[in-house]
């Protein structure tokens, strides 16, 4: 009687039962079946995409020499949402680093996520990685990627080769190729044909457990792809004469440009000072970039492309093929020099007079030079000099000057031809012949870069044409070339016929008695050029040579500054003398002025201003 | 030899079928959670799945033996069997070996052993006991008392060994308590004394006091009849107001700061999936992940990858979520209601008072472990660590819940007998 009251209450007590149960049945259903942001936790929790590096594209000089390879860093990685219950002072201990750098390192790679890797210790090298790899089963979370990292067997050519570093935010901004933490061309030829260099990265889905062990590929490796290697690169480069350029130039600001003049393939891109690319490789590119970065000779300015000069005397061929072109000068013209006295230029160089074309170039007269300028733009066949000069100024920039040659030049500047309007802006329209008279003699407002410079020695060895100067020759399993543009003739307005009393003063400079290189001729190779000194106001004279051999078939055109070296018989001549012998022979014969280039420091009065 | 046949006629076959899969899955599911890619010998004693399985070679031993014994030898014993855990829990508090931070192992060579789980079943039979004495008056403060006084003993000395969860199943007797006849307000009171307490948590305390305070006085104007007879209900407003004041500063100053944390994370004041909160993220996204019909055996990649702490123990759903999904805990779900309603059905057609009350005790303990265990992996219940039974790792919780459940397997089969 007293039991049987409450065996209702079973009732009840089963509802509760099922209650709970279907409770339980709809949250799981919750679970499994509607919300399936559960799955895709899952799937970041074990798999691990990991990124395979592509090997780098090689790079090439033009006989096949290498002069840039890969070599194997490792970083680790950090995923922060795995880092738990970890042992901050093993990780400490084995990183080497302390708690602070490592709590500062762990945010910065939480802030840009929690769920994706990011790099927590960047290009360790091969010796450290081991003992790391040792411990890392214990370190939930940080994981080894390894990478690729740039070298140079030759230590040359850093400012045309440029150098590699990690994407920036803005890099990965514009280009989803990157992920946080790659690397990515930063200058030069790495950053003029990234796309091709990169290769393309792979991608690895591989299982891990919740201690970071590699448990196996996923689904076989059915969703991997596999990283494609960069295209290797050929460059117009001749490394032993960039190597030899450079030592020439050591202690020496200025640079050298060469240029195979059949095809506009620079063969020699050099800025002195320089610096050896292997500094800007690895974990102390940073801290060496900022030094060069503070230098105060600008290593890191490439000379070559950015360095602007008024051409001074090698512009009075310009000139004087405008004149011969407009025909207001012949190969017979002759003016009169009273040296000192002339007017409105006067002439520094002490010769004959009267003088013809040929030997006003030898003897680069000022005074001819005016003469010869004030007929192109006072040509009576024009309404005055204002249109004169338009004219002048279109036949100038035929030949490459005033503008960029827009190739994969690194960091290429225009220079300056000043055009009509920049002149009655100045001169509120009053200006005449009289007025611009310093471009007769390639000073004042005129602005050329080196490679302008070379690229007018490349016109005239080749009559009156170039092919815009350019680094690449041949891209891996491209039969054609890669830029069309590299291969079109540009045409200067000048008639081939008027070049040919140019280059025979060009060969005197050389070759006659009182020629102004007179002292680097060789019996082997018939070498043309033109020596140039530029007012510097800011110090001592720059030495300025252009060259072109050999005459009748020419091989090499080549432009070099020396800057405050004064005349450019004295610096700049010899250097370029001695690349051509080496680039035509393979080696210079001449050793002791080979020596004697090579040891002169230029730079010492530099060194003393700047200690002051 | 008569007797034997007549036992194995009248054993419930139905709630053996229904143990034999549990223990099957839960093997399964260890199997899966623990074996490498090579499985030379399932009876591999260095891992979880070989010792479950000889665990469960005990287990079948234990329970063939219990069917044997004579029925009336555990009602006999009952007392003895209760004093005898309560020494145990004693000794264990002196001489255990500390494991996972809770002092309740008794260690012996490689052998560990948890009288926790055991305490249990004599705590039920402890209870069938004195409830079912021809001389207990249900309506007597004396029998609440010495009730309660059963299984509070038990879950207080299974609290000083620092294991929460174990100690709270000692609540599951409730059940028992209200079905013989415990007055129904005493549950209400305990439902809203834990909305209460849950309200203060999550909300603050003179919000909630405000709330009774606000309450109280609609019902005053709403119903007159409070309005002449108000000393009850401004009485329960008063032991309200003192709950919310005791219990919040019980969890503030009381509670130990993973208890609280738990607490916080389960009612979603806190978001701590690096602490309290990882266990049950991770559990949840291995359910989750399981879909509607699983990855398959053997392919639960977040259990077998050991993503889900503790999951061939407390966290042994998730791995028959994860790799047989929503139709597999479905099923899973569906056996453990039918067990637990079977019980109940079985325990009402006992003649004997002392077999029902022990088995709504068995259906009680089992109710609370299920409810627990699978509401704290989908998060619905605070982790505390209790086994699923039958399926969990482990030969205590294994060897305990067999007993449980075979000794009143052996008291139906008997129920015949009983006049």
Redesign the interface.
Known sequence: MHSTDYSSRKNIIIGVFLLVAIIFIIRLFYLQVINSSYKLSADNIVLRKVREYPPRGLIYDRYGKLMVFNEAAYDLMVIPRQMKDIDTSLICEITGIDKLTFEKKLRKAKRYSYYKPSTYMKQISKKDIGKIQEKLYQIPGLFIQTRTLRQYPYPIAGHLLGSIGEVSKREIEKDNFYKPGDYIGKSGIENYYEEYLRGKSGLKIVEVDVHNRLKGKYSNGKFDTIAVAGKDIFLGIDADLQLYGEQLMQNKKGSIVAIEPKTGEILALISSPGYNPNLLVGRERSENYSKLLKDTLIPLMNRATMGTYPPGSTFKMVNALVGLQDKTLTKYTEYGCKGQLSLPIKCTHDHKTPLNLSEAIEQSCNPYFWNTYKSILENPSYSGSHEGYEHWYENVTSFGFGKKFKTDIPFEVRGNIPNNSYFDKLYRGSWNSLTVRSLSIGQGEILVTPIQLANLSTIIANRGYYYPPHLLTKMEGQDEVLNPYFNEKQITSIDPDNFDVVRTAMLDVFEADNGTARWYKLDSIKQCGKTGTVQNPHGDDHSIFIAFAPMDNPQIAISVIVENSGFGSTWAAPIASLLIEKYLNGESQRKSLEKKIMEGNLLQGDKNKRQH | MRNREKISGNVDWVTVMIYSILVFVGWLSIYTASAGEDVSTLLDLNTRYGKQLLWIGFAILLAGLILIIDAEFFSTFSYVFYLGLLLLLIGVLIFGSTVAGSKSWFKIGGFAIQPAEFAKFATALAMAKYLSALNVN?RALKTKVISIGILILPALLILLQNDTGSALVYFSFG?VL????FSGLLFIAALMMTTLFIATIVFSETLVISAVAGIVFIIMILFKKYRKNWKPIFGIMILAIAFVFSSNYAFENVLPAHQKNRINVLLGIEQDL?GAG?NVN?S?????????TGKGFRNG??T????VPEQSTDFIFCTV?EEW??IG??VL??L??TL??RI?LLA?RQRS?FS?IYG?GV?SIL?FH??IN??MT???APVVGIPLPFLSYGGSSLWAFTLLLFIFLKQDANRLNVL
């Not at chain 2, 209200?178 to 006849?181: L, S």
């Not at chain 2, 077998?304 to 993503?307: A, I, K, S, T, V």
């Open positions: 249900m059940i209200f079905r013989e006849g690096r990882y991770q949840k996204i291995a359910i989750g992940s399981g879909g509607l990649v977040l077998r990858y050991n993503f979520g999904g929503f805990v479905s779900l569906i453990f209601m637990l309603i109940i009402e008072k029902r709504y259906a109710f299920f409810t699978i509401g989908i998060g619905l």
